[in-house]
């Protein structure tokens, strides 16, 4: 067993994950002023409103360490947070992560967990800037990420009109499928017990979007018949989703039929794909990477499908579930 936060104390862990952000240069493009090390972090949001959102994973309930890695772990953290930002039509800037550890986690899986993080905002050209490592009972982590508009109206839930058509990117249904496979005491198919261990938002197709004909969208976190149902109230109208327009990918289907389920309902109903759905102007092409699921109908916030209310509205409550 290799060292643990304990034995290194809070200050030696602090110093070990400034160097392991520091290891990989990151971007380096002005917008962080001041960086980890002093007592909060300077960034520069040229637009002059900030898109600010935040998220928290707790070990045991949206994590498993036996499952994940430590390195997967912290891109997901990362996703989880800067898909909102996409989600709202801007480019993250910076991400700040607060920490729980038990004093026995070992070292090394937190420098793992600080590649991740540390990675996927690099994908997005945005910085790890800081975060605050406190002792505790089990792992927390709780990221909050800061947007820059760049000159851009955001991208509300609220912006839906009849007649729009609503569309999604990303993949739909395979984290859920992948924690079945998962629960099920599976590690294959790998693929999709990946997609549970790490998404893979399509964030270049969201901030396309952002600057076309969207006129509402969403991160697909909770799955697409609740998140497509909080455009729907926020609007104040219904979306009517057509099945046969659904993308169900072959490796849900082979999944489903070895498991006996029905793979709509991991498409309808799975979360932490963290894809996006959103309404786009009629008659307006869609952008790269978004594919037509249905059109937006005068209404009251529900979703249909094929004309019905799903039976399994899907949708994670932490207080119910």
């Known amino acids: 067993m290799g060292q643990n936060v304990g034995d290194l104390g809070e200050f030696g862990l602090l110093a070990r994950i400034a160097a392991r952000l520091n290891e990989t240069d990151q ?10 090390g002093d007592d909060a972090a300077v960034v520069t949001v040229p637009d ?37 930002v996409v989600a709202m039509g801007a480019d993250p800037v910076a991400l700040v992560v607060g920490l729980a550890l038990p004093s026995d986690t070992e070292v090394a899986w937190v420098t793992g967990l600080t590649d991740g993080l540390r990675d996927e905002c690099a994908e997005l050209g945005a910085t790890v800037v800081g975060g605050d490592i406190v002792r505790g009972d089990l792992i927390v982590i709780s990221g909050t990420a800061l947007g820059d508009l760049g000159g851009r109206k955001p991208i509300l839930r609220s912006g839906a009109h009849p007649g729009d058509t609503v569309a999604v990117a990303g993949r739909l249904g395979w984290a859920a499928a992948g924690l ?60 009517e989703l057509v099945k046969s327009q659904l993308p169900v990918a072959k490796e ?47 209404g009251a916030g529900q979703v249909l499908v094929d004309g019905e209310p799903y039976a399994n509205q899907g949708g994670h409550d932490h207080f119910r579930d």
């Open 180 to 239: 079945t496979v998962l629960r099920r005491g599976f590690r294959s198919p790998r693929v999709l017990a990946d997609a549970h261990r790490r998404p893979d938002p399509p964030y270049a197709a969201a901030l396309a979007a952002a600057r076309g004909p969207v006129t509402a969208m969403a991160d697909i976190s909770d799955g697409l018949v609740a998140d497509a149902g909080h455009l729907a109230a926020a609007s104040g109208v219904s979306i």
């Open 252 to 298: 849900l289907l082979e999944a489903a039929a070895a498991f006996n389920v029905d793979p709509l309902n991991w498409v309808l109903t799975g979360g932490d794909d963290h894809g996006f759905v959103a309404t786009f102007t009629k008659r307006r092409k869609l952008p790269a990477g978004f594919i037509a699921i249905g059109v937006v109908v005068e």
């Open 27 to 36: 971007p380096d493009d002005g917008r962080v002023v001041v960086g980890p």
């Open 48 to 84: 002059g409103r900030v898109v600010v959102t935040t998220d928290m994973l707790v070990d045991g309930r949206h994590f498993r360490r036996d499952w994940s890695s430590a390195y997967d772990i912290g891109r997901r953290a990362a996703a989880a947070n800067l898909a909102d």
